[in-house]
């Protein structure tokens, strides 16, 4: 269960991180992630973030209702 109550402000920092390719930091089940944001969307029914990790080149998703905690990095 997530621990964010998911606000309209918190999910337009999030779509709005995706639109301008922003870096967010995230923890979800304890390990924490920096990626590029590149879109909110849904997934089996689930609101979910897809993300790019620098490191690696891949594309990571994370369901909002898994994210722990998040921050937008200007």
């Not at 620098?54 to 998703?61: A, C």
Request: hydrophobic share 45%.
């Amino acid at each position: 269960m997530s621990l964010i109550r998911w606000t309209t402000d918190r999910m337009d920092q999030l779509e709005g991180a995706a639109r301008k390719g922003l870096r967010v930091a995230l923890t979800r089940r304890g390990t924490e992630y920096v990626v590029v944001a590149l879109r909110v969307t849904s997934i089996d029914q689930h609101e979910a973030l897809v993300g790019w990790l620098p490191m690696t080149g891949e594309e990571l998703i994370f369901r909002l209702d898994e994210i722990e905690s998040f921050q937008v990095i200007e």
